[in-house]
């Protein structure tokens, strides 16, 4: 028997684990199922920004070699420029990696940290493949808590509680993935203090910064601190709606100099791959410099706020599901109500919502979170489908076991 590494033992992602397996196969028998488990604009009829593509199509025949390891510079230099414009200070160009999607740089980052044993804190719930690298990289990945009754912020009595001598580093998802909480600026300066205080390195995962809804604003942690040192990371999957062309940046700010070993080593690693996929690095410019992208989309009247609306309308309307409204990114995370359901396995809830409905929702345990009593819905679909579809979720509890 060929085995799997041990290091893949902790190791899942159940966005596309056993139910996404099963979906599969009820397509494959010819049912028609409504995929809401990846956070994937395109499939859903969002586009790119025309600029967007305009700009990797004319630049093909110049994108036919390797680029630099760390990327082109011009789409760094627009990095750059973009996070000083934010107010991240002392930025060099040498500090900004880009990757294949910002999946390639959470794993290299973490990876290039990690010793065996090494904690990382990470956010419950999360995007599970934080918890995935930090695993795979032979660390610990310790949960802290976000509260949903304080609009799913991060607990940082929690955090603190979870500190110990082999704590690393902390990541914050902001806008959060899956709970669409975005932080405020309090709660971010907390954060930064504790990471000042222990030293631990900040991986700042922004990905859905544009993706916000009633003028809530985004904060980007490395504009708060000169001496934590800070990775903010984010990319065109999700604010520029170009998941498949696979582009992503990281930047390292604040205190440098106490980090120049552990940069050294993200420099091997992005050499050892040699370059992310150069045509997509050509859009990073013109993206970063200012073309429309979701702005119109977030607005009350725009596709994306009349979804996140219509779907938190009819989500909460079903007897025994509440759920925090998001302000950022596409997704909610509701709760099913202990007291009426039976809810002691959410994998099995939601291999029988997809089995009786043909909804294809992830269980909350699939983003470590630790009660069985969650799920992530992704609101991408037009209104008219959500509401079917959030109609079938309805019947689906209506006969649910009762507890
Ligand atoms: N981080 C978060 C919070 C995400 O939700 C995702 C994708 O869903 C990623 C990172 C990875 O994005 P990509 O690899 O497409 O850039």
């Known amino acids: 028997m060929i085995q799997r590494s041990d290091r893949l033992h902790n190791v899942s992602y159940e966005l596309r684990g056993p139910v996404y397996e099963k979906a599969k196969e009820l397509e494959l028998q010819g049912h028609k199922v409504t995929n809401l488990n990846i956070g994937n604009p395109a499939p859903f009829g969002f586009n790119a920004p025309q600029a967007v593509l305009q700009q990797i199509v004319e630049n093909l025949s110049l994108a036919q070699g390797y680029s630099d390891h760390k990327g082109l510079l011009s789409a760094r230099e627009a990095v750059k420029t973009y996070y000083e414009k934010a107010g991240v200070a002392h930025i060099h160009v040498d500090d900004i990696f880009l990757g294949n999607g910002l999946s390639e740089l959470i794993m290299q980052s973490v990876q290039a940290l990690v010793n065996n044993g090494d904690e990382m804190l990470v956010p419950s719930p999360d995007y599970p493949l934080w918890t995935a690298a930090v695993n795979f990289s032979g660390g610990k990945a310790v949960h802290y808590l976000c509260d949903e009754a304080s609009d799913w912020y991060p607990d940082v009595a929690d955090i603190k509680s979870k500190i110990t001598s082999k704590t690393r580093a902390i990541v914050i998802i902001n806008p959060n993935n899956p709970t669409g ?125 009349k979804q996140r609306n219509a779907c938190y309308e009819k989500l909460t309307a079903i007897p025994g599901i509440t759920c925090v409204k998001p302000m950022g990114a596409f997704y909610m995370f509701p709760k099913i109500d202990a007291k009426r359901f039976d809810v002691h396995n959410d994998q099995q809830l939601v291999l029988d919502l997809l089995a009786a409905q043909h909804v294809f929702v992830v269980q909350g345990s699939g983003f470590n979170w630790h009660k069985p009593d969650h799920f992530r819905i992704v609101y991408l679909p037009e209104v008219e489908v959500l509401d079917k579809t959030i109609d079938k979720l309805s019947l689906f509890f209506s006969t649910y076991k009762q507890a």
């Open 181 to 305: 909480a975005v932080y405020s600026k309090d709660i971010l300066t907390e954060i930064v203090a504790l990471a000042e205080e222990h030293e631990l390195i900040i991986f700042s995962d922004e990905i859905y910064d544009k993706i916000l809804y009633d003028g809530v604003e985004h904060i980007p942690t490395a504009t708060l601190s000169d001496s934590a040192v800070c990775i903010t990371m984010s990319g065109l999957s999700k604010n520029y709606l170009a998941a498949g062309f696979r582009a992503g940046w990281m930047l390292i700010s604040g205190a440098k100099s106490k980090a120049a070993d552990y940069i050294d080593g993200l420099n091997t690693l992005a050499s050892l791959r040699v370059c992310s996929n150069v045509p997509a690095q050509y859009a990073i410019q013109v993206a970063l410099e200012g073309v429309p992208s979701v702005q119109d989309l977030v607005l009350p009247t725009g596709r994306l706020g």
